[in-house]
Protein backbone atom coordinates (compact mmCIF):
# COMPACT_ATOMS: atom_id res chain seq x y z
CA UNK A 1 0.00 0.00 0.00
CA UNK A 2 2.77 1.95 0.66
CA UNK A 3 4.65 1.97 -2.50
CA UNK A 4 1.27 2.44 -4.26
CA UNK A 5 1.14 6.04 -2.72
CA UNK A 6 4.63 6.82 -3.44
CA UNK A 7 4.22 6.01 -7.04
CA UNK A 8 0.69 7.53 -7.59
CA UNK A 9 2.40 11.18 -5.79
CA UNK A 10 5.68 10.69 -7.80
CA UNK A 11 2.99 10.80 -10.74
CA UNK A 12 0.87 13.47 -10.00
CA UNK A 13 4.19 15.55 -8.87
CA UNK A 14 5.69 14.81 -13.02
CA UNK A 15 1.89 16.08 -14.32
CA UNK A 16 1.60 19.34 -12.52
CA UNK A 17 5.68 20.21 -12.20
CA UNK A 18 5.47 23.79 -12.83
CA UNK A 19 7.63 25.34 -15.91
CA UNK A 20 10.24 27.56 -13.28
CA UNK A 21 11.39 24.11 -12.29
CA UNK A 22 12.86 23.62 -15.62
CA UNK A 23 14.95 27.10 -15.60
CA UNK A 24 18.10 24.88 -14.73
CA UNK A 25 18.44 23.53 -18.16
CA UNK A 26 22.11 21.96 -18.78
CA UNK A 27 24.35 23.77 -21.20
CA UNK A 28 25.08 23.61 -24.45
CA UNK A 29 28.43 21.39 -24.60
CA UNK A 30 30.19 20.28 -28.03
CA UNK A 31 31.43 17.00 -26.02
CA UNK A 32 27.63 15.64 -25.70
CA UNK A 33 27.58 11.87 -26.43
CA UNK A 34 25.17 10.72 -28.83
CA UNK A 35 23.49 7.67 -28.67
CA UNK A 36 19.73 6.58 -31.14
CA UNK A 37 17.02 6.46 -28.60
CA UNK A 38 14.44 5.52 -31.79
CA UNK A 39 14.52 4.94 -35.32
CA UNK A 40 12.22 4.47 -37.63
CA UNK A 41 13.43 3.87 -41.38
CA UNK A 42 12.36 6.33 -44.33
CA UNK A 43 10.84 5.10 -46.90
CA UNK A 44 8.16 6.63 -49.50
CA UNK A 45 7.06 8.94 -50.87
CA UNK A 46 3.94 8.88 -49.18
CA UNK A 47 1.67 7.08 -49.73
CA UNK A 48 4.07 3.98 -51.47
CA UNK A 49 4.49 2.05 -47.66
CA UNK A 50 2.25 -0.73 -45.81
CA UNK A 51 0.54 0.94 -42.62
CA UNK A 52 -1.71 -0.70 -40.18
CA UNK A 53 -5.22 0.69 -39.12
CA UNK A 54 -4.61 3.93 -40.92
CA UNK A 55 -7.62 6.43 -40.42
CA UNK A 56 -8.95 8.06 -44.02
CA UNK A 57 -6.43 10.50 -44.43
CA UNK A 58 -7.85 12.26 -47.86
CA UNK A 59 -9.62 15.22 -45.13
CA UNK A 60 -5.95 15.64 -43.52
CA UNK A 61 -3.65 14.79 -46.47
CA UNK A 62 -5.97 15.65 -50.10
CA UNK A 63 -3.35 15.42 -52.47
CA UNK A 64 -0.22 13.21 -51.69
CA UNK A 65 1.87 15.50 -54.76
CA UNK A 66 1.40 18.80 -52.37
CA UNK A 67 2.03 17.33 -48.91
CA UNK A 68 1.12 18.94 -46.42
CA UNK A 69 0.10 22.12 -46.82
CA UNK A 70 0.59 25.06 -43.86
CA UNK A 71 0.10 22.12 -41.45
CA UNK A 72 1.30 21.07 -38.33
CA UNK A 73 2.14 17.39 -37.81
CA UNK A 74 2.45 16.18 -34.17
CA UNK A 75 4.45 12.68 -33.72
CA UNK A 76 4.09 10.66 -31.21
CA UNK A 77 6.97 8.92 -30.70
CA UNK A 78 9.17 6.52 -27.59
CA UNK A 79 12.39 6.70 -26.82
CA UNK A 80 14.48 4.06 -25.91
CA UNK A 81 16.26 5.59 -23.29
CA UNK A 82 15.70 9.53 -21.97
CA UNK A 83 18.89 12.16 -21.91
CA UNK A 84 19.06 15.59 -20.92
CA UNK A 85 19.45 16.53 -24.15
CA UNK A 86 18.01 15.55 -27.65
CA UNK A 87 18.17 16.03 -30.95
CA UNK A 88 16.37 15.46 -34.54
CA UNK A 89 16.44 13.95 -37.22
CA UNK A 90 14.58 15.31 -39.88
CA UNK A 91 14.49 13.54 -43.91
CA UNK A 92 13.44 14.73 -46.99
CA UNK A 93 15.37 12.12 -48.92
CA UNK A 94 12.23 10.41 -50.93
CA UNK A 95 11.20 14.29 -51.34
CA UNK A 96 11.10 15.70 -54.97
CA UNK A 97 11.05 19.17 -53.65
CA UNK A 98 12.78 20.97 -50.89
CA UNK A 99 10.62 21.09 -47.71
CA UNK A 100 10.84 23.93 -45.00
CA UNK A 101 9.90 23.37 -41.22
CA UNK A 102 9.46 27.47 -39.39
CA UNK A 103 8.55 26.10 -36.20
CA UNK A 104 9.62 22.52 -34.95
CA UNK A 105 9.22 21.77 -30.86
CA UNK A 106 9.57 18.54 -28.69
CA UNK A 107 7.13 17.80 -25.35
CA UNK A 108 6.37 15.44 -23.05
CA UNK A 109 3.29 13.80 -24.11
CA UNK A 110 0.31 13.71 -21.38
CA UNK A 111 -2.16 11.58 -23.54
CA UNK A 112 -3.89 12.11 -27.07
CA UNK A 113 -2.04 14.94 -28.32
CA UNK A 114 -1.93 16.47 -25.05
CA UNK A 115 1.43 17.83 -24.08
CA UNK A 116 2.62 17.85 -19.93
CA UNK A 117 2.52 21.65 -19.16
CA UNK A 118 5.79 23.15 -19.87
CA UNK A 119 7.53 20.93 -21.29
CA UNK A 120 7.15 21.57 -24.84
CA UNK A 121 10.63 23.16 -26.28
CA UNK A 122 11.47 24.32 -29.20
CA UNK A 123 13.73 22.88 -31.65
CA UNK A 124 16.43 24.86 -33.95
CA UNK A 125 18.83 24.13 -36.61
CA UNK A 126 22.07 25.31 -38.15
CA UNK A 127 23.54 27.03 -34.79
CA UNK A 128 19.94 28.80 -33.54
CA UNK A 129 17.52 29.10 -36.75
CA UNK A 130 14.24 28.23 -35.96
CA UNK A 131 13.25 27.36 -39.53
CA UNK A 132 14.97 25.12 -42.05
CA UNK A 133 15.03 24.12 -45.35
CA UNK A 134 15.71 20.78 -46.55
CA UNK A 135 16.40 19.41 -50.19
CA UNK A 136 15.38 17.07 -51.74
CA UNK A 137 17.24 13.64 -51.55
CA UNK A 138 18.77 15.11 -48.29
CA UNK A 139 18.02 14.85 -44.04
CA UNK A 140 19.18 17.63 -41.13
CA UNK A 141 20.20 17.13 -37.64
CA UNK A 142 18.98 19.30 -35.91
CA UNK A 143 20.88 21.40 -33.19
CA UNK A 144 20.92 19.54 -29.50
CA UNK A 145 17.83 20.55 -27.53
CA UNK A 146 17.78 20.74 -23.96
CA UNK A 147 14.80 18.69 -22.54
CA UNK A 148 14.95 19.91 -18.67
CA UNK A 149 12.11 17.52 -17.51
CA UNK A 150 15.00 15.15 -17.95
CA UNK A 151 16.66 15.48 -14.66
CA UNK A 152 17.54 11.86 -14.37
CA UNK A 153 17.28 9.31 -17.78
CA UNK A 154 16.93 6.37 -15.37
CA UNK A 155 13.98 8.02 -13.66
CA UNK A 156 11.05 5.55 -13.35
CA UNK A 157 8.58 8.09 -14.14
CA UNK A 158 10.05 8.35 -17.49
CA UNK A 159 9.96 4.46 -18.43
CA UNK A 160 7.76 4.11 -21.24
CA UNK A 161 6.49 7.91 -21.54
CA UNK A 162 6.60 9.11 -25.17
CA UNK A 163 7.92 12.50 -26.43
CA UNK A 164 5.91 14.10 -29.30
CA UNK A 165 7.37 16.08 -32.02
CA UNK A 166 5.47 18.99 -32.95
CA UNK A 167 6.60 20.39 -37.22
CA UNK A 168 4.96 23.12 -39.22
CA UNK A 169 5.34 22.98 -42.56
CA UNK A 170 5.38 26.48 -44.41
CA UNK A 171 3.80 26.24 -47.36
CA UNK A 172 3.56 22.69 -49.73
CA UNK A 173 5.61 20.13 -48.65
CA UNK A 174 5.46 18.08 -52.01
CA UNK A 175 5.77 14.60 -51.62
CA UNK A 176 6.67 12.69 -48.26
CA UNK A 177 9.27 10.90 -47.08
CA UNK A 178 7.38 8.71 -44.53
CA UNK A 179 7.51 6.03 -42.62
CA UNK A 180 3.89 3.76 -43.04
CA UNK A 181 4.21 0.93 -40.11
CA UNK A 182 4.13 3.54 -37.19
CA UNK A 183 1.69 1.31 -35.04
CA UNK A 184 1.39 4.57 -33.03
CA UNK A 185 -1.54 7.10 -33.24
CA UNK A 186 0.41 10.60 -34.36
CA UNK A 187 -1.78 13.96 -34.75
CA UNK A 188 -2.38 16.20 -37.62
CA UNK A 189 -4.25 19.78 -37.96
CA UNK A 190 -6.29 20.27 -41.49
CA UNK A 191 -4.30 21.78 -44.48
CA UNK A 192 -4.00 25.36 -43.83
CA UNK A 193 -4.22 25.47 -40.27
CA UNK A 194 -0.99 27.49 -39.55
CA UNK A 195 1.44 26.68 -37.15
CA UNK A 196 0.21 24.94 -33.70
CA UNK A 197 3.30 23.39 -32.81
CA UNK A 198 3.87 25.43 -29.62
CA UNK A 199 0.16 24.33 -28.65
CA UNK A 200 -0.33 22.53 -25.66
CA UNK A 201 -3.36 21.38 -25.68
CA UNK A 202 -4.77 18.92 -29.17
CA UNK A 203 -7.76 20.95 -30.33
CA UNK A 204 -6.18 22.25 -33.15
CA UNK A 205 -5.25 18.49 -34.55
CA UNK A 206 -8.37 16.63 -35.02
CA UNK A 207 -6.85 13.97 -37.90
CA UNK A 208 -4.49 10.99 -36.90
CA UNK A 209 -2.76 8.75 -38.26
CA UNK A 210 -0.38 5.65 -37.69
CA UNK A 211 2.47 6.59 -39.64
CA UNK A 212 4.74 9.12 -39.02
CA UNK A 213 6.69 11.57 -41.36
CA UNK A 214 9.53 13.21 -42.04
CA UNK A 215 11.02 12.55 -38.87
CA UNK A 216 13.54 9.11 -38.94
CA UNK A 217 15.92 9.25 -35.74
CA UNK A 218 15.76 10.98 -32.27
CA UNK A 219 19.05 10.88 -30.43
CA UNK A 220 19.35 11.40 -26.69
CA UNK A 221 22.82 12.13 -24.69
CA UNK A 222 24.23 9.03 -22.96
CA UNK A 223 27.39 7.98 -20.90
CA UNK A 224 30.06 7.00 -23.60
CA UNK A 225 30.29 3.82 -24.28
CA UNK A 226 26.59 3.20 -24.12
CA UNK A 227 25.96 0.74 -26.90
CA UNK A 228 22.75 0.98 -29.70
CA UNK A 229 21.04 -2.71 -30.80
CA UNK A 230 19.56 -2.24 -34.15
CA UNK A 231 16.91 -4.36 -35.12
CA UNK A 232 17.14 -4.40 -39.17
CA UNK A 233 14.18 -6.28 -40.89
CA UNK A 234 11.38 -6.14 -42.66
CA UNK A 235 7.04 -6.20 -41.31
CA UNK A 236 8.25 -8.91 -38.95
CA UNK A 237 10.25 -6.77 -37.36
CA UNK A 238 8.14 -3.39 -37.73
CA UNK A 239 5.47 -4.85 -36.09
CA UNK A 240 2.53 -5.78 -38.39
CA UNK A 241 0.03 -8.00 -36.08
CA UNK A 242 1.23 -6.50 -32.92
CA UNK A 243 -0.93 -4.00 -31.05
CA UNK A 244 -1.62 -0.01 -31.97
CA UNK A 245 -0.07 1.74 -29.43
CA UNK A 246 0.66 -1.19 -27.55
CA UNK A 247 4.65 -1.50 -27.94
CA UNK A 248 4.68 -4.84 -28.64
CA UNK A 249 6.88 -5.67 -31.66
CA UNK A 250 9.83 -7.96 -30.78
CA UNK A 251 12.44 -5.06 -30.53
CA UNK A 252 10.39 -3.44 -28.21
CA UNK A 253 9.92 -6.29 -26.44
CA UNK A 254 13.69 -6.94 -26.42
CA UNK A 255 14.48 -3.81 -25.15
CA UNK A 256 12.52 -4.23 -21.85
CA UNK A 257 14.53 -7.35 -21.14
CA UNK A 258 17.53 -5.59 -22.17
CA UNK A 259 16.79 -2.67 -19.67
CA UNK A 260 15.71 -4.81 -17.04
CA UNK A 261 19.50 -6.37 -16.91
CA UNK A 262 21.25 -3.38 -18.13
CA UNK A 263 19.25 -0.21 -16.90
CA UNK A 264 19.77 3.14 -19.39
CA UNK A 265 23.43 1.75 -20.16
CA UNK A 266 21.72 0.24 -23.81
CA UNK A 267 19.50 1.60 -26.28
CA UNK A 268 17.25 -0.38 -28.93
CA UNK A 269 15.77 1.41 -32.28
CA UNK A 270 13.82 -0.57 -34.75
CA UNK A 271 15.03 -0.02 -38.19
CA UNK A 272 12.18 -2.66 -39.91
CA UNK A 273 9.97 -1.58 -42.92
CA UNK A 274 6.80 -3.90 -43.98
CA UNK A 275 7.89 -5.38 -47.04
CA UNK A 276 11.95 -5.24 -47.33
CA UNK A 277 13.84 -7.23 -48.58
CA UNK A 278 17.70 -8.66 -48.50
CA UNK A 279 18.24 -7.98 -52.14
CA UNK A 280 15.35 -6.13 -53.98
CA UNK A 281 13.99 -4.10 -55.55
CA UNK A 282 17.00 -3.59 -58.00
CA UNK A 283 16.13 0.01 -58.62
CA UNK A 284 14.62 2.22 -56.17
CA UNK A 285 13.53 6.26 -56.64
CA UNK A 286 11.44 8.91 -55.45
CA UNK A 287 9.82 8.67 -58.88
CA UNK A 288 9.81 4.87 -59.22
CA UNK A 289 9.32 3.54 -55.20
CA UNK A 290 7.94 0.45 -54.13
CA UNK A 291 6.19 -0.37 -51.23
CA UNK A 292 8.65 -2.64 -49.64
CA UNK A 293 11.29 0.59 -49.69
CA UNK A 294 15.04 -0.02 -50.62
CA UNK A 295 16.54 -3.07 -50.36
CA UNK A 296 18.15 -4.08 -46.97
CA UNK A 297 21.89 -3.83 -48.42
CA UNK A 298 20.56 -0.59 -49.99
CA UNK A 299 19.50 1.28 -47.23
CA UNK A 300 21.88 -0.23 -44.79
CA UNK A 301 24.51 2.61 -44.93
CA UNK A 302 21.56 5.47 -44.01
CA UNK A 303 19.30 2.99 -41.44
CA UNK A 304 22.01 1.20 -39.54
CA UNK A 305 25.46 2.66 -40.19
CA UNK A 306 24.20 6.30 -39.62
CA UNK A 307 23.04 6.49 -36.42
CA UNK A 308 24.58 7.12 -33.47
CA UNK A 309 26.44 4.88 -31.31
CA UNK A 310 25.35 1.39 -33.06
CA UNK A 311 26.72 -1.71 -31.94
CA UNK A 312 25.53 -4.08 -32.93
CA UNK A 313 22.48 -5.79 -35.09
CA UNK A 314 20.47 -8.43 -35.18
CA UNK A 315 19.24 -9.27 -38.38
CA UNK A 316 16.16 -10.71 -39.47
CA UNK A 317 14.83 -10.76 -43.12
CA UNK A 318 14.76 -13.09 -46.16
CA UNK A 319 10.78 -13.88 -45.91
CA UNK A 320 9.98 -11.37 -48.54
CA UNK A 321 12.42 -12.13 -51.24
CA UNK A 322 11.57 -15.91 -50.69
CA UNK A 323 7.65 -14.40 -52.16
CA UNK A 324 10.27 -12.89 -54.79
CA UNK A 325 11.33 -16.22 -56.08
CA UNK A 326 14.89 -15.15 -55.13
CA UNK A 327 17.07 -18.48 -54.90
CA UNK A 328 18.56 -19.29 -50.85
CA UNK A 329 21.80 -19.00 -52.29
CA UNK A 330 21.02 -15.14 -53.91
CA UNK A 331 20.09 -14.43 -50.17
CA UNK A 332 22.54 -16.12 -48.45
CA UNK A 333 25.05 -13.80 -50.53
CA UNK A 334 23.15 -10.91 -49.80
CA UNK A 335 23.54 -11.96 -45.89
CA UNK A 336 27.37 -11.83 -46.36
CA UNK A 337 27.78 -8.91 -47.66
CA UNK A 338 25.97 -7.27 -45.17
CA UNK A 339 27.26 -8.84 -42.43
CA UNK A 340 30.99 -8.03 -44.17
CA UNK A 341 30.03 -4.50 -44.05
CA UNK A 342 28.81 -4.10 -40.69
CA UNK A 343 31.68 -6.19 -39.66
CA UNK A 344 33.78 -3.57 -41.06
CA UNK A 345 32.76 -0.82 -39.00
CA UNK A 346 33.07 -3.27 -35.79
CA UNK A 347 29.60 -3.99 -35.38
CA UNK A 348 28.49 -7.29 -33.71
CA UNK A 349 25.89 -9.23 -35.95
CA UNK A 350 23.36 -11.62 -34.53
CA UNK A 351 21.18 -13.65 -37.32
CA UNK A 352 17.66 -14.02 -36.68
CA UNK A 353 15.90 -17.38 -38.51
CA UNK A 354 13.43 -16.66 -40.44
CA UNK A 355 10.00 -17.62 -38.73
CA UNK A 356 7.75 -20.40 -40.70
CA UNK A 357 4.46 -18.72 -43.21
CA UNK A 358 3.23 -22.19 -43.77
CA UNK A 359 -0.44 -21.82 -44.49
CA UNK A 360 -0.47 -18.42 -45.32
CA UNK A 361 -2.26 -18.36 -48.59
CA UNK A 362 0.88 -15.94 -50.42
CA UNK A 363 3.44 -16.72 -52.53
CA UNK A 364 5.51 -16.50 -48.98
CA UNK A 365 3.80 -19.74 -47.91
CA UNK A 366 4.31 -22.25 -50.77
CA UNK A 367 6.28 -25.39 -49.99
CA UNK A 368 9.02 -23.94 -52.65
CA UNK A 369 9.83 -20.79 -50.28
CA UNK A 370 8.98 -23.14 -47.16
CA UNK A 371 12.47 -25.74 -48.44
CA UNK A 372 14.26 -22.24 -49.29
CA UNK A 373 13.37 -21.36 -46.23
CA UNK A 374 14.86 -24.05 -44.20
CA UNK A 375 18.51 -23.69 -46.26
CA UNK A 376 18.72 -20.30 -45.54
CA UNK A 377 17.81 -21.21 -41.65
CA UNK A 378 20.64 -23.78 -41.69
CA UNK A 379 23.24 -21.40 -43.09
CA UNK A 380 21.37 -18.74 -40.34
CA UNK A 381 22.11 -20.96 -37.75
CA UNK A 382 25.58 -22.41 -38.26
CA UNK A 383 27.44 -19.66 -40.02
CA UNK A 384 31.02 -18.35 -38.20
CA UNK A 385 30.10 -15.39 -39.73
CA UNK A 386 27.71 -14.36 -37.05
CA UNK A 387 28.02 -13.32 -33.66
CA UNK A 388 25.46 -15.17 -32.47
CA UNK A 389 21.99 -16.64 -33.46
CA UNK A 390 18.31 -16.20 -32.59
CA UNK A 391 16.30 -18.44 -33.42
CA UNK A 392 13.19 -17.11 -33.90
CA UNK A 393 12.00 -19.82 -36.18
CA UNK A 394 12.68 -22.32 -32.88
CA UNK A 395 10.95 -20.34 -30.85
CA UNK A 396 7.21 -19.92 -32.87
CA UNK A 397 6.86 -23.04 -35.07
CA UNK A 398 4.66 -25.64 -34.06
CA UNK A 399 6.26 -29.22 -35.37
CA UNK A 400 3.09 -30.41 -36.27
CA UNK A 401 2.35 -28.21 -39.05
CA UNK A 402 4.85 -26.96 -39.58
CA UNK A 403 3.55 -23.29 -39.51
CA UNK A 404 3.39 -20.81 -36.72
CA UNK A 405 1.94 -21.96 -33.50
CA UNK A 406 -1.87 -21.46 -33.13
CA UNK A 407 -1.93 -19.20 -30.37
CA UNK A 408 0.71 -16.66 -32.38
CA UNK A 409 -1.66 -16.76 -35.44
CA UNK A 410 -4.67 -14.01 -34.20
CA UNK A 411 -3.75 -10.82 -35.37
CA UNK A 412 -3.13 -8.14 -32.57
CA UNK A 413 -3.59 -5.11 -34.62
CA UNK A 414 -7.25 -5.16 -35.99
CA UNK A 415 -8.51 -8.25 -34.97
CA UNK A 416 -9.35 -11.40 -37.05
CA UNK A 417 -7.96 -14.74 -37.66
CA UNK A 418 -4.64 -13.69 -38.79
CA UNK A 419 -2.37 -14.28 -41.71
CA UNK A 420 -0.14 -17.10 -40.57
CA UNK A 421 3.36 -15.24 -41.61
CA UNK A 422 2.90 -12.44 -38.86
CA UNK A 423 3.30 -13.25 -35.75
CA UNK A 424 0.84 -11.84 -33.24
CA UNK A 425 1.86 -10.14 -29.53
CA UNK A 426 2.11 -13.51 -27.84
CA UNK A 427 4.69 -14.66 -30.72
CA UNK A 428 6.85 -11.80 -30.96
CA UNK A 429 7.07 -11.91 -27.00
CA UNK A 430 8.22 -15.55 -27.87
CA UNK A 431 10.91 -14.20 -30.32
CA UNK A 432 12.14 -11.47 -28.21
CA UNK A 433 12.83 -14.16 -25.10
CA UNK A 434 14.53 -16.43 -27.63
CA UNK A 435 17.56 -13.54 -27.69
CA UNK A 436 20.72 -13.97 -25.73
CA UNK A 437 21.47 -11.25 -24.57
CA UNK A 438 24.84 -11.37 -23.02
CA UNK A 439 25.87 -12.55 -26.30
CA UNK A 440 24.05 -9.29 -27.95
CA UNK A 441 26.27 -7.01 -25.58
CA UNK A 442 28.99 -8.65 -26.26
CA UNK A 443 29.67 -10.40 -23.00
CA UNK A 444 29.32 -7.48 -21.63
CA UNK A 445 28.09 -7.62 -17.65
CA UNK A 446 24.44 -6.99 -16.27
Not at 115 to 120: A, D, Q, R
Not at 332 to 353: C, K, N, Q, S, Y
Not at 389 to 400: E, H, K, N, R, S
Request: glycine share 10%; net charge negative; aromatic share 6%.
Amino acid sequence: MRRTLVVAFLLMSLAVVAPAAFAQAPSSSSTDNWVAAWAASAHGPYPSGNAVAQPELRFALPSPADGVVDQTLRLIVKPDRWGARTRLRLSNVFGTEPVTFDDVRVGLQSSAGHLVHGTNQRVTFEGGQTHVTIAAGTSIVSDPVALPFVTDAARPLLDGRNLAVSLHVAGASGPMTWHAKAMTTSYLTAPHAGAHAGDEDDRAFPFTTTSWFFLDAVDMTAAPGTPLVVCFGDSITDGTASTINGNDRWPDVLSRRLHEAYGDRVSVVNAGIGGNEVLGPKTYTAGHPASSGPSALDRLDRDVLSLSGVTAVVWLEGVNDLAAGASADAIIDGFREGVRRLHARGIRVMAATIVSSVGSTSAHGTPDANARRQTINTFLRTSPIFDGVADFDAATIDPATGGLRAEFVPNSSTGGPGDHLHPNRAGYAAMAEAVDLQRLMGGQKR
